[in-house]
């Protein structure tokens, strides 16, 4: 009588997900259309300096809005993926419960300490721009040097190795080993795997790896992609079901 009730239990519960799922699906599709925003604007913009303060605020003050448009499609792509991340753990629940919780909870923190600390490299920090409008209305040297200083700093921090994108390439690897079972093919989960380890060690290694790091910059927006259609099929009554 116990397992009839809790199966009858389980099968209202999995369409009160698929609102979530939709949501999920809409936001990784947010989230490729910023990568190739941003991407779009690496190959046709000049890209902000590596290092130099002061070259870093003349560059923001001259092309301020491609600036902005990167800085947005760069670090704001943690709100879409902190929605994918959940919505996928939530999906695998039933499938691997030990790597939705452990790869749902790693994908989640490392989406909020990225939005946390607010910085992309190449030298996309949210201070900048205000250090950029300070710079443009000091009226002294000793003001510009002070502001450029403190803009070398963030650069600097900017364009270190960050934990948040390593963490988010090991929440990727074990979301996609806990996809390996159940419905949700194969083949994405796979490509997750490749993605997530190939992140891991790029990201740890990104001031060394140069051009290199392109491998990760396309894995990663087709993995939300793939995700994105699995997560579409799921808010839908026909479509794929969730396992048992």
């Known amino acids: 009588m116990d397992q009839?009730?809790?199966?009858?239990?389980?099968?209202f519960l999995a369409p009160s997900w698929r609102p979530l799922y939709g949501v999920g699906s809409g936001a990784a599709?947010?989230?490729?259309v910023m990568v190739v925003v941003a991407l779009v604007l690496i190959f046709i913009a000049p890209?902000?300096?590596?290092?130099?303060?002061a070259q870093i605020l003349d560059y923001i003050a001259h092309h301020k809005t491609t600036y902005l448009v990167e800085l947005i499609s760069f670090v704001g792509l943690s709100v879409p993926a902190l929605v994918v991340f959940t919505s996928?753990?939530?999906?695998?629940?039933?499938?691997?419960?030990?790597?939705?919780?452990?790869?749902?909870?790693?994908?989640?923190?490392?989406?909020?300490?990225?939005?946390?600390?607010?910085?992309?490299?190449?030298?996309?920090?949210g201070p900048l721009v205000a250090l950029a409008?300070?710079?443009?209305?000091?009226?002294?040297?000793?003001?510009?040097q002070a502001l450029?200083?403190?803009?070398?700093?963030?650069?600097?921090?900017?364009?270190?190795?960050?934990?948040?994108?390593?963490?988010?390439?090991?929440?990727?690897?074990?979301?996609?080993?806990?996809?390996?079972?159940?419905?949700?093919?194969r083949a994405v989960a796979c490509i997750g795997i490749v993605t997530g380890a190939a992140g891991i060690v790029l990201e740890a290694l990104?001031?060394?790896v140069g051009t290199i790091y392109a491998i990760y910059g396309i894995l990663l927006p087709l993995w939300f992609a793939l995700v994105g259609v699995q997560l579409t099929r799921l808010s839908r009554a026909d479509g794929l079901k969730e396992a048992p």
């Open 4 to 11: 009839v009730s809790t199966r009858s239990d389980n099968q």
């Open 29 to 32: 599709l947010l989230y490729v």
């Open 47 to 53: 890209l902000p300096p590596a290092a130099g303060g």
């Open 88 to 125: 996928l753990a939530i999906s695998l629940r039933k499938v691997n419960q030990t790597a939705a919780l452990l790869g749902g909870v790693i994908g989640v923190t490392s989406e909020a300490i990225a939005l946390a600390l607010g910085s992309s490299p190449q030298s996309l920090s």
């Open 133 to 144: 409008h300070q710079y443009a209305l000091a009226n002294s040297d000793s003001q510009r």
């Open 148 to 185: 450029a200083g403190a803009a070398e700093a963030l650069a600097a921090g900017a364009n270190a190795v960050s934990w948040a994108g390593i963490l988010t390439a090991v929440g990727i690897l074990v979301l996609s080993l806990g996809m390996m079972r159940g419905q949700y093919g």
């Open 206 to 208: 990104r001031p060394q």
